[in-house]
């Protein structure tokens, strides 16, 4: 198994199973696996995951990271992401702007699904349910897009992995 940060075992929740923090001037779809959010109008909102937290018979396991497979289109990207230990934050990247998006935007960008990885610099021991808290902006930016372009992003999956 090829893992992101070198661990024995990933964890995934499927994009669908999120909570949107709120929904205002957005809308929501639940695809099959994913969560597809479109701006009506421009916002940002947290999108909250609990991918089931692993325990080993032998002890607490170490969490290496989290890993988000997404999808972006328009001006949407995934600008934080939170990881907590119950009440504990463990890590937040703020200041990001994260797309799935290959080229400029326009006519020659090529949309793809991206994979965010969120390493843990201490790797504690996890000793309660993980959480990741995604933090998401849909700026509605029209300048040099047609009217039928949407900010859109899809969350495929949310996973932490272990070592």
């Known amino acids: ?58 002890g607490w396991p170490v969490l290496l990271g989290a890993l988000i497979e997404f999808r972006t289109s328009g001006s949407a990207h995934l600008a934080q992401v939170d990881i907590w230990n119950g009440a504990n934050q463990l890590a937040s990247s703020g200041g990001m702007r994260a797309t799935s998006t290959i080229g400029e935007p326009g006519e020659g960008a090529q949309f793809a699904h991206g994979r965010l990885m969120v390493p843990l610099a201490d790797a504690p021991q996890s000793d309660a349910a993980i959480g990741v808290s995604i933090l998401i902006r849909l700026p509605l930016d029209r300048s040099g897009k047609s009217s039928t372009d949407i900010d859109t992003l899809s969350i495929v999956g949310v996973g932490l992995e272990y070592g």
């Open 1 to 58: 198994m090829d893992t992101a940060f070198g661990g024995e075992l990933q964890v995934w929740s499927h994009g669908h199973a999120g909570q949107v923090q709120s929904a205002q001037g957005l809308l929501v779809e639940r695809t099959g696996f994913y969560m597809r959010i479109k701006a009506a109008q421009a916002a940002e909102t947290w999108l909250h995951y609990a991918p089931a937290s692993h325990l080993s018979v032998f």
